[in-house]
């Protein structure tokens, strides 16, 4: 990963600082607050974060237990040690010990205020406090009792991201069972191919979902789906549109009224600390989606950490992240309750009636932080948004970002269109750890390009091909010490050869992401580069697809950009950039010379693409992530429908459409 790089300017090298933080609110956030208590109680003297997160990472027990006592998470079991074994995979984190996820949530249950308000696309907007959120897990869980659920059955949801769907989690939770949910815009085959495979005993659904000003009757997918799950022994129905029921099943089938009514006194099963808590799904891009399997503990401290420490969150905030129950960030965003914050969520399209529609959310929920994916904030630039200027965001006090590389450009737009005063804080991490391996924090500064630092307790390292660290150059990100929200394992792979294979079999016993990486040496801050397996190597230099996508994105005539390296039969190499551009736009002899100057002139002459084609739209996966093996795939001539699954694609007939692109090798 070194080879080439005097080619490369590095175009984070000398990133601006774009904010600090405000000396008054840094010395008062969490992350200073437990600083200063791990000094007092290990006796040390770590004074700014580089050196909080290297202890850390050199003092895993010592961090780990530290963090429970700062929280005061409560184990009804005391446990024998933090950390058994240290083997990855396979760690063994804090054996003996027994607690319940859902405790850590309803401890908050006496709080004054909301604990969830949701908002529809129409507009329409209800909360729920502390205390009700209390009684309906309570109720419902006694119903999944009922109906014989029990410590490690599954209970799955088809669900849009409404309260009920962290309300039934919870409930799960309680109980001992392990949730799964996938969002509605899935066909019932697809949800199938992933909710199946764990032979639920309880379905929980909704009738329907609106979207882009369309309700959506799913009530015959929803029966589709249980002719699905033969292992079903009840359905419960929220009835979001207010349909009438369908005709009846050969299975028990309750109303959500009647599953979540009257007093219930909440017994929660005392679980082992790997005990599983959810199942969450890969994209399906690579084939079927695979099941990784977290369990109540791992998933608790991480993300108490993540949430308390980096992002400052507590019983003062209003948590908005716009997700869908696909993406691992609807778990993450369930998981602010743990602090005592509310959480908001959302159910509709992110860009209707108009694309400022989050930023208005974000006005009438009073957010104090607003979170989206790094397209929909590259949208907000391109289409010259001035949230600051049309909403009241006086609440607001930090945006973030994830699910791709951020573009340099957006950081210095949220700072004249959001506010100077709020950071953009863009993070890196995955569905695999369901978590973030870098991100920001309330005392470090913010520079245009970099995500800011790895997170505590994250053993996070850039390395070159032979596995030596490296800074200041392009390397693959490694974890080599274990996280305890790491895999516990893939579901219905018991000998874990998936697992291993997936993030170990390139440099035994340390996680391989599959990024590429550049850690800054000045203050450990890093720039993601792209997928590590989407890598454009020409002439032996990798290139990061992610840089030349973001310059191609500057112009404005360019909505999305796609660059993809394709190894030709007889050794030739193609490199073409695929542009959408915006309605009333063709590419004309001009673009083409400005994107060829902007890429040149940005980044280096290696980095201009062989050819630059205009494509109506690009596809991605269901959470917005570019599809680019499966593209390249393609293009090298694999038919769409063996590369990847069609319910994982958002626009099938944009991806079949590359079928038409292929070209004759060597022949431009």
Request: hydrophobic fraction near 40%; charge should be negative; proline fraction near 6%.
């Amino acid at each position: 990963m070194t080879e080439g790089t005097a080619d490369r300017p590095g175009p984070a090298a000398t990133a601006d600082v774009i904010w600090s933080p405000n000396p008054d609110t840094a010395r008062n956030s969490q992350i200073e607050r437990f600083r200063n208590y791990v000094n007092n109680r290990h006796t040390l003297a770590l004074d700014d974060y580089q050196a909080l997160w290297r202890w850390s990472v050199e003092d895993l027990a010592g961090y780990w237990s530290t963090l429970a006592e700062f929280y005061d998470i409560q184990f009804s079991s005391d446990y024998t040690c933090v950390l058994a074994t240290e083997t990855m995979p396979g760690a063994q984190w804090f054996p003996g010990g027994r607690l319940n996820y859902a405790d850590q949530v309803l401890r908050h249950r006496a709080s004054e205020g909301s604990a969830i308000v949701h908002v529809a696309e129409s507009g329409d907007r209800s909360e729920m406090s502390w205390s009700e959120l209390h009684r309906q897990v309570a109720a419902l869980a006694r119903s999944l009792r009922d109906v014989g659920v029990r410590e490690g059955d599954r209970v799955v949801g088809y669900l849009p991201n409404i309260p009920q769907a962290a309300v039934a989690f919870l409930a799960a939770a309680a109980v001992g069972a392990t949730w799964a949910v996938c969002g509605q815009d899935f066909a019932a085959n697809g949800a199938a191919d992933r909710l199946g495979q764990l032979g639920p005993v309880v379905l929980v659904t909704a009738d329907g979902y609106e979207h882009r000003g369309q309700r959506y009757d799913r009530r015959a997918e929803v029966s589709t789906l249980v002719g699905l799950l033969p292992t079903l022994r009840a359905v419960v129905t929220v009835p979001t549109l207010g349909l009438a029921p369908r005709e009846p099943r050969d299975l028990r089938e309750i109303s959500w009224l009647d599953a979540t009514a009257g007093e219930s006194e909440l017994s929660t099963a005392q679980v082992p600390f790997d005990h599983p808590l959810w199942v969450v799904f890969t994209s399906g891009t690579t084939g079927k989606p695979k099941g990784i399997v977290h369990g109540h503990g791992g998933v608790l401290l991480a993300h108490i950490a993540q949430l308390g420490l980096q992002f400052d969150t507590g019983p003062r905030d209003r948590w908005f992240w716009y997700t869908t129950p696909t993406w691992m960030l609807w778990n993450l965003n369930v998981s602010t309750l743990l602090l005592g914050a509310c959480l908001i969520t959302y159910a509709g399209d992110a860009t209707y009636p108009e694309a400022d529609r989050l930023w208005q959310v974000t006005e009438d929920t009073g957010a104090t932080l607003f979170g989206a994916s790094a397209g929909y904030l590259g949208l907000s630039e391109t289409q010259g948004l001035t949230p600051r200027a049309t909403y009241g965001l006086s609440a607001l006090r930090t945006v973030g970002s994830t699910g791709a590389p951020l573009a340099e450009s957006v950081y210095g737009w949220a700072s004249a269109a959001v506010g100077e005063h709020i950071p953009l804080v863009s993070s890196t991490g995955g569905t695999d750890v369901v978590g973030a391996f870098a991100g920001g924090a309330p005392t470090l500064s913010v520079r245009a390009g970099r995500i800011s630092a790895p997170v505590l307790g994250v053993a996070l390292d850039s390395w070159s091909h032979d596995g030596k660290p490296v800074r200041d150059t392009v390397g693959e990100l490694v974890i080599t010490r274990p996280m305890p929200s790491m895999p516990l394992r893939f579901w219905n792979d018991p000998g874990g050869e998936r697992l291993r294979d997936s993030y170990f079999s390139t440099y035994p016993g340390v996680w391989r992401h599959g990024d590429w990486v550049t850690i800054w040496s000045d203050d450990l801050s890093m720039t993601v580069h792209g997928r590590s397996d989407a890598t454009l190597n020409r002439g032996g230099v990798r290139l990061g697809s992610a840089e030349i996508n973001h310059a191609a994105e500057r112009l404005p005539e360019v909505l999305e950009a796609m660059a993809l390296g394709i190894e030709e039969p007889g050794g030739g190499y193609w490199m073409p950039l695929f542009v959408v551009l915006r309605p009333g736009e063709i590419l004309t002899e001009s673009i083409r010379d400005r994107l060829v100057e902007q890429i040149g002139s940005r980044l280096s002459r290696r980095h201009v693409p062989d050819d630059i084609v205009a494509v109506d739209a690009l596809p991605h996966t269901k959470t917005g992530k570019m599809l680019e093996i499966p593209i390249k795939r393609i293009l090298q001539g694999a038919d769409p429908a063996d590369v990847v699954s069609r319910e994982a694609v958002d626009d099938w007939a944009a991806l079949a459409r590359f079928t038409a692109l292929r070209r004759v090798p060597n022949n431009r």
